[in-house]
């Protein structure tokens, strides 16, 4: 395979890393810049990065022109087309999209390429580390792979460090922490690291016409990650992929994809590594398709879309204003359902703790409009995007301005503090003194009370003044001023609500042994369950005519749920009558965080 590749290699650049980041500090700068500003920007001193321009103007000398001046720093003038092309490369190589440690990325794509044990001294020799960093790395790596029950690191005090994984979740993590910088750095032969640069190209180039050609547009951290995935499936060719019962593809692009990369390349993809790039590709976030399939999924997202105002009482008629990533999803998430993909959402349980409200909607009206029951990897990423429609309605500050200034005035005030507090509130009301005086004791029906009047912040503490004309940092203080105090009314009503609706009493401690949930809670249509982790359940109903409360079970011999060992129930019911639905799911949310 190596020598029947086609050989694509840029020149060998002469620059180090920081070199590399000086050259696009410059040229995106495109003015003056002085040593220290470099410095700042890059993180080190003036004198490195005057040592470093330097060196670099000694190697490119007429290729790389930088102008220098005491007063004013360095000017990027040019560069010669060649060497641009070669910076371009070097740049992108150097380039990771995660926020992974460089060094553990290094190790565990190290680990990844392992039939067996390595021990932390062969590490330790391996990277020139001592073996305290590389248990520090280690470390690090078993955080990544937690996240990630595809994956195990087993650590042995005997034999050592094994990845033990199937052999396609080895390739999707490569794809995620195998940039090209990565592989040159993992201690491979040579042969590996030159494969893998040189296959690069050729997929991206195929992968980019093919998936134009279909209107797949996909983002372009995902692009770059597949690319990297395609070309680990040809890299590790004789890691041969688990064998799959069904070999039926359901996008069509993938047997295009396929038969242009083997005629690019010498290599000849199997029928369960087809299945499984199509998977792959299925995770993936694309950002377009064609209008016409949407137009089925964007009726149905606005039956469910009014569905949710009614539910919740909105004061709005539309609660998805940019639908084109949403209506992208549901139609991937339709296609991965058909083709019996299941994704995996490593935030799954964080994020039902966070928005069981927006969870608890999705389980229950989702099916009925779309005829379809995601699972719960798939509906938290679907609560997301109903998460930020719903955030204008979270914070809704009550304010009143006490003023005797002109109306006109007034007005434009309270323009300023409704668009400068944007999503924070709810009402902007306006009194004149007289009027507010007269009726004082409804000073506890506002979140905020607003006065131009300075010796009505004498009469009353809680009141804050109002300069009658805002400049801009005074409109920027105002807007922090009040984003603090809706803040502390925001966290004092919470603290209310779980105060009154998660008293001791419904903490209950149960030690007999309980068969079913339905022990502990009535079976209701309305009724969602939803696991937080492997031994904590949320029960969620939310209907007219019940009580409004949180219990919590403690059970002393766990339930036995969907094969997972329940040793906490958390059952919250709620009249959907009330008008506090979000801020007391806010509460409920600060209690299972």
Not at 164 to 170: F, H, L, P, R, T
Not at 481 to 507: G, M, P, S
């Amino acid at each position: 395979l190596h020598d029947a590749l086609p050989i694509w290699r840029c020149k060998q650049m002469d620059l180090n890393k920081r070199q590399l980041q000086i050259l696009v500090v410059l040229r995106n700068k495109n003015h003056w810049i002085t040593s220290e500003e470099l410095a700042e920007a890059l993180g080190t001193n003036k004198k490195t990065i005057q040592t470093e321009i330097k060196n670099m103007l000694a190697i490119y000398e007429k290729k790389i022109i930088i102008q220098s001046n005491k007063r004013s720093g360095y000017f990027l003038e040019s560069i010669e087309s060649e060497t641009k092309q070669q910076i371009i490369q070097e740049v992108t190589k150097h380039k990771i999209y995660s926020s992974m440690d460089f060094r553990a990325s290094t190790i565990v794509t190290y680990l990844l390429f392992q039939k067996g044990y390595v021990s932390m001294q062969k590490i330790a020799d391996i990277f020139f580390l001592s073996k305290t960093a590389v248990s520090l790395q280690i470390k690090t790596i078993l955080r990544w792979i937690e996240r990630n029950p595809k994956l195990e690191l087993e650590v042995s005090s005997t034999k050592g460090l094994k990845i033990i994984a199937e052999e396609n979740s080895k390739r999707i993590f490569l794809s995620l922490v195998g940039t090209e910088t990565v592989i040159q750095h993992a201690r491979f032969p040579q042969q590996i690291s030159t494969i893998f640069s040189n296959i690069m190209p050729t997929v991206q180039k195929t992968l980019k016409e093919v998936l134009i050609s279909y209107n797949y547009i996909v983002s372009g951290e995902d692009f770059i990650r597949f690319s990297r995935y395609l070309v680990l499936t040809i890299l590790r060719r004789e890691e041969l992929l688990e064998k799959t019962n069904r070999y039926t593809l359901f996008i069509p692009m993938v047997e295009t994809l396929t038969k242009k990369l083997s005629s690019e390349l010498p290599y000849s993809f199997s029928n369960q590594e087809k299945q499984a790039i199509e998977n792959r590709l299925l995770e993936l976030n694309y950002l377009m398709i064609n209008d016409e399939k949407n137009k089925e999924i964007e009726k149905n997202l606005r039956a469910f879309e009014q569905t949710i105002i009614r539910f919740l009482d909105l004061p709005v008629s539309l609660l998805f204003h940019e639908t084109e990533f949403l209506l992208t999803h549901i139609k991937q998430m339709k296609t991965r359902m058909d083709a019996g993909h299941n994704t995996m959402n490593h935030f799954v349980q964080k994020i039902i703790s966070r928005y069981p409200l927006e969870i608890y909607l999705i389980r229950r009206f989702f099916p009925i409009h779309f005829q379809l029951r995601p699972n719960l990897a798939e509906s938290a990423y679907f609560v997301l995007y109903l998460a930020e429609a719903l955030n204008p309605f979270r914070k809704q500050g009550e304010i009143l301005i006490v003023s005797n200034q002109p109306i006109s005035i007034l007005n434009t005030l309270k323009k300023q503090i409704q668009q400068s507090m944007n999503m924070w509130i709810k009402e902007c009301r306006i009194e004149p003194v007289y009027l507010f005086k007269n009726q004082s004791n409804k000073i506890t029906e506002y979140d905020a009370i607003l006065t131009t009047e300075q010796e009505l912040i004498f009469e009353w503490d809680d009141l804050i003044y109002l300069p009658s004309v805002l400049d801009e940092f005074e409109s920027w203080e105002i807007y922090q001023i009040l984003r603090e105090k809706l803040t502390i009314v925001e966290e004092k009503k919470k603290t209310k609500l779980l105060d009154h609706y998660y008293k001791e009493e419904n903490q209950i401690k149960i030690h007999k042994k309980i068969d079913s949930i339905q022990q502990l809670i009535s079976p209701s249509s309305d009724l969602v369950m939803l696991p937080l982790n492997a031994e904590t359940l949320l029960c969620c109903l939310i209907k007219s005519q019940v009580e409004t409360k949180i219990t919590e079970y403690q059970l002393e011999i766990p339930l036995i749920h969907q094969q997972r060992k329940i040793k906490r129930v958390f059952f919250v019911s709620f009249d959907y009558k009330r008008n506090d639905i979000l801020v007391f799911f806010q509460a409920v949310s600060d209690l299972l965080g």
